[in-house]
């Protein structure tokens, strides 16, 4: 298995996407609640830009007149003919067991990182020094 680097964790905010090029592959990450989910930009309907298409949760119905929502925006809607696919599993909908596009695993690297100031020789002036932090994650894509 391969590990592509594919963006900055800050390349992309809560509730959106970027789509990549990886191998050849079209694949589009989401940001979903602080998770990162990525599956094949490729519906098995037709071959449309599935991750193009809109977001949405679950809504679920224990009988007349009670509904729940939930899995906010872990759901979503090829744009060419509205076939739905989970961005966790990849499986579809309405066939889970046979439809699916292909899911990929999202791995976070990367922590704070703190740079200290130099030491240098006390003169007769000294100026007030603050240790610098860079935080930035990076977000690979194992095909």
């Known amino acids: 298995m391969a590990r592509h680097l594919v963006a900055a964790a800050d ?4 509730g959106t996407r970027k789509i990549v090029e990886v191998e050849g ?9 602080g998770e990162y989910l990525a599956v094949r930009n490729t519906c098995p309907h037709q071959g449309g830009p599935v ?8 809504l679920d119905s224990s009988g007349p007149g009670e509904y729940s929502y939930s899995r906010k925006d872990e759901m979503i809607r090829c744009p060419w003919h509205g076939w739905e696919f989970d961005l966790r599993t990849g499986q579809s909908w309405f066939d889970p067991a046979r439809t699916r596009v292909r ?3 999202v791995v976070v690297e990367g922590s704070p990182t703190r740079v200290a ?7 007769p002036y000294t100026a007030e ?3 610098v932090t860079e935080e930035r994650r990076l977000l690979y894509v194992e095909l």
């Open 103 to 105: 899911s990929y695993e």
């Open 117 to 123: 100031p130099t030491e240098r020789t006390p003169g």
């Open 11 to 14: 390349e992309i905010p809560l």
């Open 25 to 33: 592959r079209s694949i589009g990450i989401f940001n979903v609640g």
């Open 129 to 131: 020094t603050y240790a």
């Open 51 to 58: 991750c193009l298409g809109e977001q949405f949760g679950v």
